[in-house]
T-cell receptor, first 114, second 109 residues
């Protein structure tokens, strides 16, 4: 089954404790991205990747890192999490950024930073 | 940076009434996509509009793209309880996809 898989689905942690949210897709998609969803703000793009070893900042990259060593994986790293990073996070992928390419979203990861 | 404004933020309708959500960009869009997110779920792609003035229909849903490619709308005719959720538009600016804040639709039966 074609899907985007995120782990963990839920995480409660404390300020300053490094964490990684994994994202994997099995559709051989080139384009992957991370979004955070906050009430009233919609989905804001954190980072995106056009292909392996190619990443770029979205609209809200501060406090986050990503890597794209393999085509299928695009982990999101919070080196020193802070309470303002408490949010619902979605990973998404698409075949490319070309016309007609929908984003396929994972089920989301709800992070609570205390 | 690029922004896509979406209104209204909330809409509460009686089952059978129509519903419309609007998106507006200050700059021309390459294309616009629409997504639906059910409560507790993830966004799911509905449709993409590319051409100026384009109109597409999916059963009771009608999507429009403005002539200047700066605005778009989603209209639902005769809403049903299965239509509840948040509807997002997303405008493409080069390699970035910028989402509107979404419109939350509630349907009273």
């Amino acid at each position: 089954e074609a899907q985007v898989t995120q782990n963990p689905r839920y995480l409660i942690t404390v300020t300053g404790k490094k964490l990684t949210v994994t994202c994997s897709q099995n559709m051989n998609h080139e384009y992957m991205s991370w979004y955070r969803q906050d009430p009233g703000l919609g989905l804001r793009q954190i980072y995106y990747s056009m292909n392996v070893e190619v990443t770029d900042k979205g609209d809200v990259p501060e406090g986050y890192k990503v890597s794209r060593k393999e085509k299928r994986n695009f982990p999101l790293i919070l080196e020193s999490p802070s309470p303002n990073q408490t949010s619902l996070y979605f990973c998404a992928s698409s075949l490319s950024t070309g016309v007609g390419q929908p984003q396929h979203f994972g089920d989301g990861t709800r992070l609570s930073i205390l | 940076g690029q922004q896509v404004m979406q209104i209204p933020q909330y809409q509460h309708v009686q089952e059978g009434e129509d519903f419309t959500t609007y998106c507006n960009s200050s700059t021309t869009l390459s294309n616009i996509q629409w997504y639906k997110q059910r409560p507790g779920g993830h966004p799911v792609f509905l449709i993409q509009l590319v051409k100026s003035g384009e109109v597409k229909k999916q059963k009771r849903l009608t999507f429009q793209f403005g002539e200047a490619k700066k605005n778009s709308s989603l209209h639902i005719t005769a809403t049903q309880t299965t239509d509840v959720g948040t509807y997002f538009c997303a405008g493409r600016y080069g390699n970035k996809l910028v989402f509107g804040a979404g419109t939350i639709l509630r349907v009273k039966s």
